[in-house]
C-alpha cells in the first residue's frame, strides 16, 4: 500500500492555498462560524501551523475577508467592449452571481462593516469604491456614467439598494426571476441617474 507524497510549498504558496480555502469554507458560513480549528482540519495542517501564518484569529479572518473582496472585484469587473448599459448588465449579473454563490460569507462582511469593525470596515469600503469607481473610469469604450458631484452621489445610494437587493434575493427569491433582478439593478441606475442630468 503506498501513501501519496506530501509536496512542501513555500510559505508564500501554503498562504496562499490557506487563504483560498479560507474563501471557499466563508461562501457557506458567517466570518464567525469560519474558525482557525475548522481550517486547519480542512487544510489537513496543524492549528499551530495555522497561526503562523496568519498570528490570531482576527488577522486570519481579516486575510480572508480581504481575498474574498479582492475575488469579488475581479469577478464583477464589467466587460472592456460593449455599450455602457451592455457592460453594467455583464457586471451587475456577475454581481448577483457572486452574492449568490457567497452569500454568508459576503453577508458576513457587510454586518461585520456595519457593526463598527474598523479592519472589515475598510475593507469593505474599499471594495465598494472599487465596484463603483469603475462606473467612471474611461477606457477605450467611454464611460458607463458621468462623472459629476450629483452622479456620484447618486451611484452611492445604487450601490446601497443594489447591495440589499441582491443579498435579499439571495437569501430568498420568492418566485422572482433572476432575469428580473437583473433588469432592476441594471436598470434603476440609469433610470436614478436621468433625474439629475
Excluded: C
Excluded at 23 to 31: A, E, K
Excluded at 62 to 87: F, K, Y
Amino acid at each position: 500500500m503506498s501513501s501519496t507524497p506530501r509536496v512542501r510549498m513555500s510559505p508564500s504558496s501554503r498562504r496562499e492555498q490557506l487563504l483560498d480555502l479560507g474563501v471557499r469554507l466563508l461562501s457557506t458560513r458567517s466570518l464567525d462560524e469560519l474558525s482557525i480549528e475548522m481550517l486547519a482540519e480542512e487544510a489537513g495542517i496543524s492549528r499551530g501551523l495555522l497561526y503562523h501564518y496568519f498570528g490570531n484569529k482576527h488577522d486570519f479572518h481579516e486575510a480572508v475577508v480581504r481575498r474574498a473582496a479582492d475575488d469579488l472585484i475581479e469577478q464583477t469587473a464589467p466587460p472592456v467592449s460593449g455599450e455602457p448599459q451592455e457592460r453594467l448588465l455583464a457586471s451587475m449579473a456577475a454581481y448577483l452571481d457572486y452574492v449568490v454563490a457567497n452569500h454568508e460569507g459576503y453577508l458576513s462582511l457587510v454586518k461585520g462593516a456595519a457593526a463598527g469593525n474598523p479592519e472589515i470596515r475598510s475593507i469593505y469600503d474599499e471594495a465598494r469604491s472599487a465596484l463603483t469607481e469603475r462606473l467612471f473610469n474611461e477606457d477605450s469604450e467611454g464611460v458607463i456614467l458621468p462623472d459629476t458631484p450629483t452622479t456620484r452621489l447618486m451611484v452611492h445610494a445604487w450601490s446601497a439598494f443594489a447591495e440589499d437587493v441582491a443579498l435579499a434575493w439571495a437569501k430568498q427569491p420568492d418566485g422572482v426571476a433572476r432575469e428580473e433582478v437583473l433588469a432592476i439593478l441594471a436598470g434603476s441606475l440609469p433610470a436614478l441617474v436621468s433625474l439629475v442630468e
